[in-house]
C-alpha cells in the first residue's frame, strides 16, 4: 500500500478561546432563559415564552458544541485512529435537528394561540426581549469570528444570531401590544422566528450529513482529479477513487493507479509528491492514499460498487 500522509493543515488561532467565549455565551443564555420563562408565564406572551424555548434550545446547543470541541482536541489512540475529530461534525448536526424540532412545537403552540388572542402585559414582553437582545448581541460577536470555519461554531452561531432577531421581533411585538393592542402580533412573531428556525436548520442539517455520509464535498469533481492525475507519466489510469471528508480540517482521497511500467519504488515516490502537490493546490485535499498497480487484474472503472 503505497501510503504518504502530508499535513497541510491551516489551524487557526488558539482553540482555548473559543472554549471560553462557549462558556461566557452558554452562562449568558442560562440568565436570558431564566428571566424569559418567568417573564412569559407572568406576562402571558408566547413569544417570550418561545423566545426562551429558542434560548433554551441554545443552552443546550452551546454544550454540545463545547464539549464537541473539547473531544475534538483528544489525541488518537490504537482504537479510535483518528481520536474524535468528528465530534464537532455529529454536534452540528445533532444542533440543527434540534432547532428544526423546536421550530415544529413553535409553530404547533402559535397556531392555537391565533384561534384564540389573549391579552399580553407588554411592558414586561418590552424589558426582557431587550435583555435578550444584549445577551445574544455579545455572544454574536464572541463566536463570529470562529463561525466562518469551523461547522460546530457556525451552528452554535446560528442559534445565537436567530436569538437576537428573535428577539428583535419580540421587542417590536411588546410595542406594537403596548400601543395598538394588536395581541395577534404574538403568535405571528412565534410562527415567523419558527419559519426562519427551520429555515437555518435544514442548510446546517444538509452540510453536516454531507460529511457524515462520506459524500465528495461539493467544491471537488472527482473527474477532473482523475483527469489531471491521468496526465502524469507513466500512469496508465485512475481507479477506485474514494474522495470524502474526515472533518471541516481534512479531505481525503484513495485511490487505485495503474501504471503502464514496472517503475521502482524511489520512482513512485517522486509521482506521489507530484499527485500531492496537484490535489492539494487545486482541490484542497490535504490527505493522500495511493495503491501503485502494474498489471494487476481489478476493475478499471473510476467508482467501484463493492
Aim: net charge negative; aromatic share 8%.
Amino acid at each position: 500500500m503505497g501510503h504518504s500522509h502530508s499535513h497541510h493543515h491551516d489551524h487557526h488561532h488558539h482553540p482555548d478561546v473559543k472554549g471560553r467565549n462557549l462558556i461566557i455565551s452558554i452562562l449568558l443564555n442560562i440568565l436570558i432563559t431564566v428571566a424569559q420563562v418567568i417573564g412569559g408565564l407572568v406576562s402571558g406572551s408566547l413569544s417570550l415564552l418561545s423566545d426562551a424555548l429558542h434560548n433554551f434550545s441554545d443552552v443546550l446547543s452551546l454544550i454540545v458544541s463545547y464539549v464537541a470541541n473539547l473531544l475534538s482536541k483528544r489525541p488518537s489512540s490504537n482504537n479510535k485512529t483518528f481520536g474524535y475529530k468528528r465530534a464537532e461534525i455529529i454536534a452540528a448536526f445533532v444542533n440543527a435537528a434540534a432547532l428544526m424540532i423546536v421550530a415544529i412545537i413553535l409553530i404547533f403552540e402559535a397556531v392555537e394561540r391565533f384561534q384564540q388572542p389573549q391579552e399580553v402585559a407588554s411592558n414586561l414582553v418590552i424589558w426582557l426581549s431587550l435583555l435578550g437582545i444584549c445577551a445574544n448581541g455579545f455572544s454574536v460577536l464572541l463566536l463570529k469570528r470562529d463561525a466562518d470555519s469551523n461547522m460546530n461554531m457556525k451552528s452554535a452561531y446560528l442559534h445565537l444570531l436567530t436569538d437576537m432577531m428573535a428577539s428583535v421581533a419580540v421587542l417590536i411585538g411588546g410595542i406594537l401590544m403596548k400601543f395598538f393592542q394588536w395581541y395577534w402580533v404574538d403568535p405571528a412573531l412565534t410562527l415567523a422566528i419558527a419559519v426562519y428556525l427551520i429555515y437555518m436548520g435544514y442548510d446546517l442539517l444538509k452540510q453536516s450529513t454531507r460529511v457524515l455520509m462520506l459524500f465528495t464535498p461539493n467544491s471537488i469533481e472527482v473527474q477532473e482529479i482523475v483527469t489531471a492525475i491521468s496526465k502524469i507519466e507513466p500512469i496508465k489510469n485512475v481507479h477506485h477513487v474514494h474522495i470524502w471528508q474526515l472533518n471541516e480540517d481534512e479531505v481525503h482521497l484513495e485511490a487505485h493507479i495503474d501504471f503502464s511500467k514496472d517503475i521502482r519504488l524511489s520512482e513512485f515516490d517522486a509521482i506521489l509528491e507530484r499527485i500531492e502537490e496537484e490535489v492539494y493546490h487545486n482541490h484542497g485535499i490535504n490527505h493522500v492514499n495511493i495503491q501503485p498497480e502494474f498489471g494487476k487484474c481489478d476493475s478499471k472503472q473510476i467508482i467501484v460498487q463493492d
